[in-house]
């Protein structure tokens, strides 16, 4: 199993399947083919379908300062994977020297013919059951097992997303005004925040708190801000918005946030091995509900519960979003994205409380609910998986005038 390195991607909103990889992709393929007169791109599935919307188009050019003709072809359906793209030089009027790519979410790719090419397995384990009894056996925690098997500079390396995440809180805390794209979405974090204390109420104190700290993070990363996948950048305000505040709430230190930050790594690891973390694959459950099971991991982790109490939070908060489809609407990561970041922050934070009590009383294991998450993702209408053309995206109807 890959390291947590693979998860937590520094970069910039909205996309990073729809933006982040196309471009890495597209670097990748100038840098090799630079004698290339210019270049064609066409975009499948939903790459073609949300492209768009996500930003797609620009940040493939952004990768190049030669011409690029972009193709969206909505029709082709027998695909490799959801998110695929093929590269092609112009030379002499004619394409040449095709390089299929699959952005498969969290901005990691895959190059058709490369498969396993510079892939460094870290974990020996991969499925929870696995790990919790290595570390049972050796009387470790979670983080140890990680920071064990991560080695040197991981602890900086959390230390970097840690500091990107907060700054992203407070970027959006201290900003205001409407989202691109047309949808005219206006940021609602900094109005959150100032309404902390207008009721008494500890329980509407902290959603309030919470859910301000997870729509400064996702109205970051839709204005093209700088974000951190946790997993993806669609799902990028659930972690550390329930970090942020608990941190505050509990003056835990930083070496503690880290070691939350380990364990919600090693959940999101272990789906992106075992399921997927792509939207455009398997719904929104795959994006929100890895992001919400993340969360609730690491709250465990912070409240030092004991193995089987983190992996049942972790599942609660997967469990009850399994089904969920990913619908955005006119393929802008703004409704119901923002909204759901939020909502999925005060689940997590619940699913711990359920869990510190039940534990012993669980029949689902959170093995079983990865695996379930993807079959039921398989199943889903691609309708539903990022393609803009079902549910809200299908139904809503901008208001004229």
Known sequence: MKSIRDIYK???????????GPAKAMSIYVSEHPDAESYRVVLFGSLADTGKGHGTDKAIDAATDKAVEIIFNTTDRELPHENTMDIYSIIGGEPCDKMRVMSVGGGDIEIEGREGEGVSNVYPQN????????????????????????????????????????????????TSGILPGGLEVERKAQYLYNQRHIDESPVTRENRIVCAYAYAVSEQNADNGTIVTAPTCGACAVLPSVLRYMQEKHSFSDEQILKALAVAGLIGTLTKTNASISGAECGCQAEIGTACSMAAAALGELFEMGIDQIEYSAEIAFEHHLGLTCDPICGLVQIPCIERNAVAAMRAINAV??????????????????????????DLSHLYRETSTGGLAKLYKPKKG
């Open 10 to 20: 520094i970069g910039k909103g909205p996309s990073s399947s729809h933006t982040m």
């Open 127 to 174: 499925s929870f059951s696995a790990i919790s009894e290595y570390c049972k056996a050796n009387e470790i925690r979670l983080s140890d097992y990680v920071f064990m098997r991560e080695g040197e500079g991981i602890r900086e390396f959390l230390l970097d997303v840690w500091t990107v995440m907060k700054n992203a809180i407070h970027e959006g805390l201290t």
């Open 353 to 378: 409380s359920l869990a510190n009590f039940l534990s012993g009383s669980r029949k689902i294991s959170l093995d079983m609910v990865i695996q379930t998450m993807y079959e039921t993702g398989k």
